[in-house]
């Protein structure tokens, strides 16, 4: 009996040990068959989104500046697959960083910069960069500034609601909503800039969309030339407990990936999308009842994923490295939810979306999970790592930045 016991203990620490190498050898993470993923840099600071050159070289967006610099450079040069060398510039802090066209440019909480590149994609003068957008809209909220561009000449740039659901008093239980939400005019949607054009304000700019509370994922689409971007979706429907419990506002609203065209209305802080009902539903603070289907004139998400789980970055895979069904479709890194208690936490994650001829063609799956560092500590929302920014490198690898600790991850495929 004793030696039965001893083979089966045996056999149990082997496979648990197994398991554990296995985690250690692809980063701690868990990714489909054939990918590995690794850690090709730590501790760069809070790093939010992030682009890379087509030599592989690493620009980073820090959220705070460390050392008085906000954007980092990272190098590989002795080629061994880790980032060795780090140079920085820039003296603000911010979310946005996007590389086109021989320009990098990065985003602070109020405004848009462009640096002239060299020929190895390398800022020609860190020390002189190029305004390009001032005086957008920033509070204590949502104020990140993501940015994309598209192949017209145009740059395209949130400005989150600096509220949660535009009540007369924020987050504050039973408070109704403000009438036309003033917000609107300055705030909750996308703005269309000129990229040539030095020192714009909002009138040089177009509303290019508005009723979107925080979009921080955005992309553009190079199968349908259209934009897409992901929505931070509203908090705490328990402020109208007569009408929600704390279970149903732990899984509403959905978070919603949308494309957009120009002059849409995602309908904040109107409506909001519940996942369950499968359509828009008027909130609460303007007279709905949880059930209320809300006006037409409001676009629809093309994909509708939990609730809270805050996703901060999104990517359409144009690369050749993943199989075909990775080919166009769409990678979304997941911050993680915080207020979903007292259920548990979600998030945490890397989804994939795939898609045909520009629109979303299946379900949703999860790609890479494991950042959290267990399930208990994604429950908890206490997660040692949280995805926020994602790039492709010209091999066709995914890279992953952390925004807790600076990690940076990348994800490449090798057939098994």
Not at 99 to 105: I, P, S
Not at 360 to 374: H, L, R, T, Y
């Amino acid at each position: 009996m004793r030696r039965i016991k001893y083979v089966l203990v045996s056999a149990v620490l082997s496979v648990f040990t197994f398991q554990l190498n296995a985690q250690t050898a692809n980063a701690g993470l868990t990714t489909p068959a054939g990918f590995k993923a690794a850690v090709v840099a730590e501790n760069t600071g809070r790093a939010r989104h992030i682009a890379i050159t087509k030599t592989g070289d690493l620009y980073i967006k820090l959220a705070r500046s460390v050392d008085g610099k906000g954007v980092i450079m990272l190098q590989d040069k002795d080629g061994d697959g880790k980032y060795e060398s780090k140079t920085g510039f820039g003296d603000y802090g911010g979310t946005g960083i996007y590389l086109k066209d021989n320009y990098l440019y990065t985003s602070s909480n109020d405004e848009v910069f462009r640096y002239k590149l060299d020929a190895n994609e390398h800022v020609a003068d860190p020390e002189q960069p190029e305004k390009i957008i001032t005086g957008l809209v920033k509070g204590r909220q949502h104020d990140t500034k993501s940015l994309v561009l598209d192949n017209d000449g145009n740059i395209y740039v949130n400005v989150g609601a600096p509220s949660n659901s535009c009540q007369i008093q924020d987050r504050k239980q039973g408070s109704l909503g403000q009438e036309g939400c003033p917000i609107l005019d300055s705030a909750a949607g996308i703005w269309q800039f000129n990229v040539n054009k030095l020192n714009q304000t909002y009138k040089d700019g177009v509303r290019y969309a508005t009723g979107l509370r925080n979009v921080v994922g955005l992309d553009w689409n190079q199968q349908n030339n259209a934009l897409f971007v992901m929505q931070h979706g509203r908090d705490q429907l328990t402020m109208f407990p007569d009408l929600y419990d704390n279970k149903k506002s732990a899984e509403l609203p959905a978070e919603c990936m949308f494309m957009i065209k120009k002059g849409d209305n995602a309908g904040w802080p109107y409506i909001y999308y519940d996942p369950f009902l499968k359509k828009n539903v008027l909130a609460p603070e303007y007279g709905g009842d949880g059930k209320k289907e809300s006006d037409s004139k409001f676009i629809d998400p093309v994909v509708a994923f939990p609730a809270h789980m805050a996703p901060n970055g999104l990517l359409f895979y144009t690369g050749n490295m993943f199989p075909e069904k990775y080919r166009n479709g769409a990678f979304v890194a997941f911050h993680g939810s915080w207020n979903r208690a007292p259920e548990p936490q979600k998030g945490f994650l890397v989804a994939f979306v795939p898609f045909k001829d520009g629109q979303p063609s299946g379900d949703w799956e999860v790609f890479a999970d494991g950042f959290s560092g267990s399930p208990e500590k994604t429950a908890s929302g206490r997660a040692d790592h949280k995805p926020c920014g994602l790039a492709m490198g010209a091999d066709g690898a995914l890279y992953v930045s952390d925004d807790v600790k600076g990690t940076i991850y990348k994800i490449s495929y090798n057939k098994p």
